[in-house]
């Protein structure tokens, strides 16, 4: 008799904290990485901490910060994830459906319409964020020379790394530290025909770069933008955009400053709600 395979679980560790002190947990907590979520809603009191890692890691961090390890259904996740969401347009020839879904025949076709399917991966284009990193992009992509390539630091979903290639990108190259990501990623790839991105796993703390892009994007934890500065310049050509995104408000200044220190000038921010990102251009030769 045939048995019912066991469903896939995923640990967690969790812990409600008061809203105002966000920012020193952030902080506290940045060895974590992209490990780290932190949930909240608009207007309230307490935010919910959740953590991802090896049972090490949990069982370190309940016994150092209190909270509860538990076990959830990465199935039914992945599930709600990828529940019907309607169509986001982010601009008249750039919008984003989910992974089955269509485009309102009352509206114009947009020209590049993405298929994101979140899965267990960050990034389908609702989150802020990620809105003004596709918005910036699409911007910049069109100041680019023909045969232009880019990078996607924590490309979670894909989503900004499946937008540059069609941009026009010749080449994108994409990583994220989170292995759950990378099945989503290439799912997302295989599903918008991406035939130029290359997708790996890294830490971007750990990482030595070996090659330079005139585009680069790095939608992560503030913290971990300025603790990776060096790593994520040296990956800029001369004149190179770089666009930086999941900073909260509270944190712009530190991180303005640690790029701009490095020579990095600011030529645009965009705020919404308490993130804020930024695009600044590297120095010419």
Avoid at 138 to 146: F, K, L
Avoid at 215 to 230: G, R, T
Avoid at 253 to 272: D, I, M, N, Y
Wanted: proline content about 5%; overall charge positive; aromatic content about 6%.
């Amino acid at each position: 008799m045939k048995t019912k395979p066991a469903a896939r679980h995923v640990r967690r560790w969790v812990r409600h904290a008061s809203a105002h002190h966000e920012d020193t947990w952030r902080e506290r907590l940045t060895f974590l990485g992209t490990g780290l979520v932190s949930l909240a809603r608009p207007g309230g009191r307490m935010i919910r901490l959740e953590a991802y890692g090896t049972d090490v890691i949990l069982r370190q961090l309940k016994r150092d910060f209190g909270g509860k390890i538990e076990s959830i259904d990465a199935a039914k996740i992945a599930q709600r994830a990828n529940a019907p969401r309607r169509p986001l347009p982010l601009a008249s020839d750039l919008a984003v459906i989910d992974a089955h879904g269509r485009w309102p025949s009352t509206r114009p076709k947009p020209r590049i319409l993405l298929r994101i399917a979140g899965a267990m991966a960050f990034g389908t284009g609702e989150h802020a964020t990620t809105a003004a990193c596709l918005r910036l992009l699409r911007r910049e992509a069109a100041r680019q020379e023909p045969g232009w390539t880019a990078l996607d630091i924590g490309t979670g979903s894909g989503i900004l790394a499946i937008t540059a290639e069609k941009l026009g990108a010749t080449r994108v190259d994409a990583f994220d530290y989170d292995s759950r990501a990378l099945p989503a990623a290439h799912a997302n790839l295989r599903r918008n025909h991406c035939t130029r991105v290359t997708l790996t796993h890294r830490d971007l703390l750990t990482w030595r770069p070996t090659r330079r892009y005139p585009l680069v994007m790095a939608n992560v934890f503030s913290e971990i933008l300025c603790a990776a500065a060096p790593q994520i310049i040296a990956t800029l050509r001369p004149k190179a955009c770089l666009i930086l995104s999941g900073i909260l408000r509270t944190l712009e200044k530190e991180t303005l400053t640690t790029f701009t220190a490095r020579g990095l000038q600011l030529e645009t921010s965009t705020r919404r709600g308490k993130w804020v990102t930024l695009l600044l251009r590297a120095p010419g030769c």
